[in-house]
């Protein structure tokens, strides 16, 4: 008897957690069961982020065959810093990345192809897969774990 009541305890605590994780994916992770993670504020423009994250900072600067990044705040075991063009309103071409294992200042970041007076760039974040090797379509975004945005500092070339 307390075999089956223990398998059978097992099953409906199986659905309940595909049931609540259901609920999750469908409302977006903001489902009504779990308030406390409801009222949480996700910022919807990447400037802000950098603001209140602090993990990267850049400023403008001259064109070149290099960027320098003011200050990287992240922890060990560290990330990638990708240099990209900006098209608008997207991330365009990566130009160049580095990986550094922990908080750094005033790195240099060498590019494949050199930036170009008056036009707008990006630094962006991306988590290591493991390989050693970036790869912008296989390492993920970094994100700013107060905000849940992906961390992106941008900066403009001077004429």
Do not use: C, H
Not at 130 to 148: E, I, K, L, Q, R
């Amino acid at each position: 008897m307390i075999q089956g009541f223990s398998m059978n305890s097992f099953i409906v605590g199986i659905m309940l957690g595909v049931l609540l994780a259901g609920a999750w994916f469908v409302g977006g992770g903001e489902a009504s069961l779990l308030p406390r993670l409801s009222s949480l504020s996700f910022a919807t423009s990447t400037e802000s982020v950098i603001q209140k994250s602090g993990a990267v900072s850049v400023t403008d600067q001259s064109p070149g065959d290099s960027v320098v990044v003011e200050s990287v705040t992240v922890p060990p075991p560290g990330i990638w810093i990708a240099v990209r063009e900006v098209t608008g309103a997207d991330l365009g071409n990566v130009l160049g990345a580095v990986r550094v294992g922990g908080p750094r200042s005033n790195l240099s970041i060498p590019l494949l192809r050199a930036t170009e007076a008056g036009r707008p760039y990006a630094v962006q974040l991306y988590r290591d897969d493991g390989t050693g090797d970036f790869n912008p379509a296989m390492n993920s975004v970094y994100v700013d774990f107060d905000t849940g945005a992906r961390v992106v500092a941008y900066f403009k070339t001077t004429d």
